[in-house]
């Protein structure tokens, strides 16, 4: 069986960090891109960020680049998501999400490519 768990979610303060935590269990992690997405209830999923199953290669959204980080621990099947500078607009429920890197050609950042989906996280940022 196929599990994806988030974690690190909470109710922070504007310019406060988190670093959320996703770990993969029934497959093998390393065969994965793994991405992080996030919504706001009653609107569209919004890519956030991806990394390659080795870890060399990221993408991020605009409206997160310079201020969230991701990486990786293949030892620990475990993705991460550190997020700095943290803005009231960033509140949202964070989803880890896993995409078969054999079928892919460059990092995907929509959606319909990743196959397995955690049940998200939420993240809070007060004014």
């Known amino acids: 069986q196929v599990q994806l768990v988030e974690s690190g979610g909470g109710l922070v303060q504007a310019g406060d960090s988190l670093r959320l935590s996703c770990v993969l269990s029934?497959?093998?992690?390393?065969?994965?891109?793994m991405g992080w997405f996030r919504q706001v209830p009653g609107k569209e999923y919004e890519f956030v960020a991806t990394i390659s199953w080795s870890g060399d290669s990221t993408g991020y959204a605009d409206s997160v680049k310079g201020r969230f980080t991701i990486s990786r621990d293949n030892a620990k099947n475990t993705v991460y998501l550190q997020m700095n500078s943290l803005k009231p607009e960033d509140t949202a429920i964070y989803f880890c999400?896993?995409?078969?890197?054999?079928?892919?050609?460059?990092?995907?950042?929509?959606?319909?490519?990743?196959?397995?989906w955690g049940q998200g996280t939420q993240v809070t940022v007060s004014s």
């Open positions: 999400a896993a995409a078969p890197a054999q079928a892919m050609g460059v990092l995907p950042r929509l959606r319909s490519l990743y196959y397995y």
């Open positions: 029934g497959r093998t992690f390393s065969n994965y891109h």
